[in-house]
């Protein structure tokens, strides 16, 4: 299965953007880019996935690399409320699970 | 309102007694899952349904077994055989099965919370 690699923890300032990275230099043609937040002591949520083109959505950005090998979620104004571990996750490729192979995530902490 | 629940919320065992965990969904998923956390760690597979009375094996199944004798259904049993049973537990279920790649968003409950006494 591929991996991604992710900082374990960023800081950031409320109302300002927040740029996450991740790397997956191993990741194949057909591995979509998922990214997941937990909060404590909650299920993960889903955040944004991707392919190969930049997405949008009224959460975050998924800006990914042309030679897919890292990508970046983009929080465009950070809240207290999106303090939370972020993971980067790879989904297994169409001829398998479906699952999600979890990593430990970038603890992501939001000061007022 | 659509979604996932697990119960109960907290769970607490004594050794050597078996436990159930239960997860429904009534999101009309065909795939479900389960995960177990433990502190600081991310989430790991333990089983996986794709479709109705068929179930298999994740990466950490050994103490754990499961049925899916309804769609909506997916419960996980923790035995005795399982060593260190003490963890968060989380199901999720996504819309489609097998074979469609890796498009599908997963929808995850609110976790159960198991202790071991």
């Known amino acids: 299965d591929a991996k991604t690699t992710q900082p374990n923890s960023m800081e950031s300032n409320e109302e300002e953007p927040v740029h996450l990275p991740c790397n997956h230099s191993t990741i194949s043609g057909t591995d979509y880019i998922h990214w997941y937040r937990q909060l404590p002591s909650q299920g993960p949520e889903y955040v944004i996935h991707g392919l190969t083109s930049n997405v949008n959505n009224r959460m975050a950005s998924l800006a990914i690399a042309e030679d897919r090998k890292s990508s970046t979620l983009i929080l465009h104004r950070a809240t207290l409320r999106d303090a939370a571990v972020y993971y980067c996750i790879l989904r297994d490729s169409p001829s398998n699970t479906g699952k999600l192979i979890f990593g430990q995530g970038t603890t992501l902490q939001v000061k007022p | 309102d659509g979604g996932i629940t697990q119960s109960p919320k907290y769970l607490f065992r004594k050794e050597g007694q078996n436990v159930t965990l239960s997860c429904e969904q009534n999101?009309?998923?065909?795939?479900m899952y389960w995960y177990r956390q433990d502190p600081g760690q991310g989430l790991r597979l333990i089983y996986y349904?794709?479709?109705?009375?068929?179930?298999q094996k994740g990466d950490i199944a050994e103490g754990y077994s499961v049925s899916r004798e309804k769609k909506e259904s997916f419960p996980l049993t923790v035995t005795s055989a399982q060593k260190n049973p003490t963890a968060f537990y989380l199901c999720?279920?996504?819309?489609?099965?097998?074979?469609?790649?890796?498009?599908?968003?997963?929808?995850f409950g609110p976790g159960t919370r198991l202790t071991v006494l």
């Open positions: 999720a279920s996504s819309p489609r099965g097998r074979g469609v790649g890796g498009r599908d968003e997963q929808f």
């Open positions: 349904s794709q479709i109705v009375n068929d179930f």
């Open positions: 999101l009309n998923h065909d795939a």
